[in-house]
C-alpha cells in the first residue's frame, strides 16, 4: 500500500532552517512527483511547490522563491523540503502528497510534521 | 490573497444536499481538487478532474464545473461529512497550484 512517512516536529529559532523528509513506499517513486502542502494554525492550506522525483524538475510557490528547496533522492524513495530564514509566522503543520505532474490531484498524503518557529 | 474562492462557512441538514462552491480564473482552463479535512488530520482527496472519485469516497459527493466556477455536491449529507473541505487547481499560468481559502461544513 502507498505510504508518505514524514519526519518528527522540529523546533527552530527564527533565522534558523529545517529540512523535513517524506518517504515513500509502495509505489514507483519516480513515476510521480512530490508536492509541499503546510497549514498554519487555525489556518488553510497552503501550495508550497512540487518536485518531480522523475528528473528532479521543480516549481516553487512565489512567496516561498529563495528560502525554499526542494530534493530528492530516488535511492531511498525519500523527499526532501528545507525551508531558510525561518520566521514565526513559518509555524504550521508540513504535509508531502503524491502528485504525478503538478496536477494538484494529491492521492496519498503524509501525516504531516509540525514545525515550530520561536525565540 | 488565494486565487480561488470559497465560501467561509456552509451548513445543511442532515440528509439534505448542499453545494460548495470554489470561483477562479483558472477554472476555465483547470478541473479542480476537492479535499476533505478533519480536525487534526491531514486532507484526503474527494473529487478530482471531470468528477472523479477515488477508491473508498462515497458517492453521495459528486463534482462538476461551469465557467469560472467549481463545484462539489454533498447529496443526502451525513454527521461524518462535517469538515473543511479544500479546492485546488494550476493558477491561470499553469506553472503552479493555488488552494481556495476553505469551507467550514457544519452538518445540522
Known amino acids: 500500500q502507498v505510504q508518505l512517512v514524514q519526519s518528527g516536529a522540529e523546533v527552530k529559532k527564527p533565522g534558523a532552517s529545517v529540512k523535513v523528509s517524506c518517504k515513500a513506499s509502495?509505489?514507483?517513486?519516480?513515476?510521480?512527483?512530490i508536492s509541499w502542502v503546510r497549514q498554519a494554525p487555525g489556518q488553510g492550506l497552503e501550495w508550497m511547490g512540487w518536485i518531480s522525483a522523475y528528473n528532479g524538475n521543480t516549481n516553487y510557490a512565489q512567496k516561498l522563491q529563495g528560502r525554499v528547496t526542494m530534493t530528492t533522492d530516488t535511492s531511498t524513495s525519500t523527499a526532501y523540503m528545507e525551508l531558510r530564514s525561518l520566521r514565526s509566522d513559518d509555524t504550521a503543520v508540513y504535509y508531502c502528497?503524491?502528485?504525478?505532474?503538478?496536477?494538484?490531484?494529491?492521492?496519498?498524503w503524509g501525516q504531516g510534521t509540525l514545525v515550530t518557529v520561536s525565540s | 490573497s488565494s486565487e480561488l474562492t470559497q465560501d467561509p462557512a456552509v451548513s445543511v441538514a442532515l440528509g439534505q444536499t448542499v453545494r460548495i462552491t470554489c470561483q477562479g480564473d483558472?477554472?476555465?482552463?483547470?478541473?479542480a481538487s476537492w479535499y476533505q479535512q478533519k480536525p487534526g488530520q491531514a486532507p484526503v482527496l474527494v473529487i478530482y478532474?471531470?468528477?472523479n472519485r477515488p477508491s473508498g469516497i462515497p458517492d453521495r459527493f459528486s463534482g462538476s464545473s461551469s465557467g469560472n466556477t467549481a463545484s462539489l455536491t454533498i447529496t443526502g449529507a451525513q454527521a461524518e461529512d462535517e469538515a473543511d473541505y479544500y479546492c485546488n487547481s494550476r493558477d491561470s499560468s499553469g506553472n503552479l497550484v493555488v488552494f481556495g481559502g476553505g469551507t467550514k461544513l457544519t452538518v445540522l
Open positions: 502528497a503524491r502528485d504525478r505532474g503538478l496536477t494538484g490531484r494529491y492521492d496519498y
Open positions: 509502495g509505489y514507483t517513486f519516480t513515476s510521480y512527483g
Open positions: 483558472s477554472l476555465r482552463s483547470y478541473y
Open positions: 478532474g471531470k468528477n
